[in-house]
């Protein structure tokens, strides 16, 4: 959806949350490529806040700011983090004997 609102020039702020995705989802997959804010909200109840700040031109820059900053720490912080994975062979070798 993201993808679709950039490539067709809307530049509206995006506002999403709930089960379907992670504050980490958020920062890894869609920030990267969408240029409006986008504002990840644990629940529904934060939206007039993020709303305020995005509608209030004195505040929008600021806020869109803080937001791009976190994202790029979350990235940050993720790529960081070392990751165990096993090549295919060595996850074979080690493959539990069930039967």
């Known amino acids: 959806m993201w ?26 997959k869609i920030a990267p490529v ?3 804010p986008i504002v990840w909200m644990k629940d529904a109840s934060q939206n007039v806040i993020a709303a305020t700040h995005l509608l209030n031109p004195a505040l929008h820059d600021s806020f869109a700011q803080r937001l791009d900053e976190k994202y790029a720490q979350l990235r940050e912080q993720h790529k960081s983090k ?9 996850a074979r070798k080690r493959k539990p004997n069930l039967f």
């Open 3 to 28: 993808r679709a609102l950039e490539q067709a020039g809307v530049n509206i702020p995006l506002m999403i949350g709930g089960a379907t995705t992670s504050e980490l989802h958020t920062a890894l």
């Open 34 to 36: 969408y240029s409006a």
């Open 82 to 90: 070392k990751q165990n994975i096993l090549s295919l062979e060595e």
